[in-house]
């Protein structure tokens, strides 16, 4: 994989866009397929499919790659985009990478045993993206909440990759700052970063905190917590689907409830851009190793 | 002024209606009047203004405290408020405590010599205000900037008390961040603070920064600055009217400029609110010492 | 385990004196024993270690517990203590908290079967002291060190407790900070966390860093690599002994190296006290659940 | 002042020692005079104070410049140093760089009109030393508290430039931080910035702080105060002769009082240089301007 210098970018949002500039700015070529809509706003340098294929030394898929119709997911192509036999063929022949590589592969069988890789399912690219998706939480929180950050109390549940960073974020601005998690370790590491540390285990009574953070993917607010939660806390819940929060007893009992998912593409395409770079960077680098 | 039971907060938005509810929690009573158009929403508890000054024991204006057309500054009152003769008369038997007392006096003469109080002309009320301002900026940069703060080049005009409050904001959240200022004492403190120090005197290129915030009030970013500003760049105006930014120039050069004003009562009254009660008593604790 | 009033606390040096004083002003009963050599200098409400043992309901030991020859670890006695075989049999009806518990019971078979608790060895304790120890390495470097942390360039070897703990505060105190790791996703956290990633692995030229901290538990700093370090740089070694850094090759190369150990103790010994005591209770609290 | 090449440097402490090797590496050419101490441990490049003040385009004297006795500085010299009636003529025609210019024109009138900078009268000079004093202080804090200030409570005496970065520093570090001051605005920003404000007038208690900084260059603890100082309390005096502390009274009560002066130079010697260094500049380049 030593000698990459086109990248065939196919498919994607506005982080894609972003991606092709970074890497057209370290000096890589940049072939672009399924950005048709964007045409009619002036940008040029578009492809074919089959040429970002063709002519490409690697592929880079969106995020996911593939629709369920197994379309590549490809919101601003001017229509949908299915990978013929023969480009296939010529995929596997170069590096793809892609997010979400088993629903690819299902999709299209002929990519299976061919160097597919998923830099989605990668830690790094995990933790990287809790940078974003904390700020995307922090932007909700300043937009809902009606007072500043700074000075507020804060309750942040579960302590994985966007715990820590949303976390220590939120102290940064002044916030003062309680950590719900379940391990003694965790609790010491709460404590020696600064923060208060909180049981989830024992989390029956949510109160005195202005806005509290979900990042468990599990349902930790419950019909019962919500009652045992202050009508004045914003919950903003970060967790995946189904997420952590029952919306409905929420908007039932008066609770100011918000699920933001996604962040990083949404809040900071750029940032997501460059994330999905360093990334298959990495794995580049591994590989060559 | 020592034995202040009851405040009568007339007219105002959503910062006098939680700086009531400060007060209310701190165990005072309230009058509230001027908020008319909140009965419909359920609210109940408004009086007339003219109860709020009978009853009172001082009285609380808004910000600023009244318009151009002499009326009191009331955006969510039913009609109108203008003080009769009669009421003017009690109010000069209290302290009051209004913002703009030059503009109040001259629309309603007969408060000259009375005990009127200006909290919004304090220089303390004007530091404390710099949190939901800085805040309320960063808010704005982490809708418009399609990066993230973390990781960003930020370029903060002017190290003054906004300067000052949004560069610690900006460099907690990872942003390397650089200050323009006049004076070697602030180039000093700005490198001692962490940041980047650039005079503002020599500023004729912005290049390399993903946002700038100008916080000076004066026309630095004139149609001769933006032409040396980089397109990409975001633009946020901090300044007060006449502001510091030619955005007719910054619309043809297509620099992506925002006007950023009045942020603690858009971004977070209740913060704003409390900044008001903290400096009213401020001015008690002085006057009783 | 649910009703311990007096704890018997026997051996060790400031630390448990630190948590006898820290129990005692949270209502607890202390029998001391042990700190003989403190009566000279006016110390009262010293015990035996009979009666320590006799009329407690749980006995802490200290960190180490014992030494080598088997006496408890009590450099502050007038006299080496070894504990009776009737001692024994009364420690067995009670919990013991224990520091290197399986060299205890190798000491003492009779306490084998007994509640004795490893304080010491459970990952909680080990992140709490990360503090004092990280604290402790600040103050030899800003010690031994000609310039400020403040603006300083320093590189941190090994992302773990101590890495996480150090890398974060003296990026607080304002300098650049480079950590070397080894993992994709230590290389994100670093970079996440507002850090420069390095590899360990690729580590052979150590240029333009004020101070190294090693925290890694591996001969890093061999002679190959220390001929490859900045002469002017302050080389601090954390790592438990036989450490990280080869001292002979570092003096003859003109390195300048320190070894730092057991920072908890010498540094903080007040901290390293309430870690102790934190600890035994949240052993306490897992037992009673 | 345009076109200095050759910096003469007379007299000093390691502080000039690290301004001459910092000019070296800028490019510039160095004649050091007045370390005949340091020949012995085979330093070499010592000039005579003659050749220094004649083959020099200007000259640099060190932190006081002059003595009681009118002789220069010098605590490296071999012997004392006084300026000839040859030495100050030419001294007269190029830029001198000093430290308490007054006191040295009165030792050598004929300096008198010459062009005399004084860098330490200079605002942005003790801005800019404030950090390592500040640094200074909390290392003599580690050092003397049995704590870590993590997680410690600190007041510091004073908001002016020692106690702005001092309190930064130690909030930093993970302290619960409480500031004195006298002005409203002051207040104000002790508490935008996240510490607690206290007023200076009304301190008539020290209690429940760990450590306290005093920085204001005044009686403030005299022995009413110490009486109702926490015994526990280590006391840190960072203001200049006769500092803020009654230490004969401190003594006799038992408050652990320490006294720290002139930190720059003794805990940050090469920080210390390269400050006169960033002063030195600024004022040739406003000269220039």
């Not at 949002?13 to 950005?35: E, V």
């Not at 990978?83 to 596997?92: I, T």
């Not at 370790?185 to 202005?210: C, M, P, Q, R, W």
């Not at 019909?223 to 939660?229: G, M, S, Y």
């Amino acid at each position: 994989m030593s000698n990459i210098k086109t990248f065939g970018i196919i498919g994607g949002d506005k982080r894609q866009l972003f991606l092709a500039q970074s890497l057209l700015s370290d000096g890589y070529h940049i072939i672009l397929a399924g950005f048709g809509k964007l045409r009619e706003q002036g940008f040029d340098n578009l492809s074919s499919v089959e040429a970002a294929i063709l002519y490409s030394d690697a592929i880079i898929l969106p995020l996911p790659s593939v629709r369920a119709d197994k379309s590549v997911n490809a919101p601003l192509a001017a229509r949908s985009i299915f990978f013929s036999a023969g480009e296939l063929e010529v995929m596997r022949q170069k590096p793809v990478f892609a997010a979400m590589r088993d629903r690819l592969i299902r999709a299209y069988p002929a990519l299976d045993g061919a160097e597919v890789f998923d830099y989605a399912a990668r830690d790094d690219f995990a933790v990287l993206n809790a940078v974003p998706t904390a700020e995307g939480a922090v932007e909700v929180a300043m937009r809902e909440y009606e007072g500043t950050v700074f000075g507020s109390r804060t309750l942040v549940t579960g302590f994985g990759r966007i715990g820590k960073i949303l976390a220590k974020m939120l102290k940064a601005l002044g916030s003062d700052v309680t950590v719900c998690a379940r391990k003694p370790s965790d609790f010491a590491y709460i404590e020696a970063l600064g923060y208060h540390a909180k049981n989830t285990a024992s989390l029956s009574l949510v109160h005195g905190y202005d806005i509290v953070f979900n990042t468990v993917p599990a349902l930790i607010f419950d019909e019962t917590l919500l009652k045992n939660t202050d009508e004045a806390t914003l919950l903003i819940d970060l967790a995946s689907l189904p997420g952590g929060v029952d919306f409905e007893a929420a908007r039932k009992l008066g609770v100011d409830a918000h699920r933001a998912l996604s962040l990083p593409g949404k809040c900071a395409p750029k940032s997501a851009g460059e994330i999905i770079k360093k990334t298959v960077f990495s794995i580049i680098e591994e590989v060559n190793r």
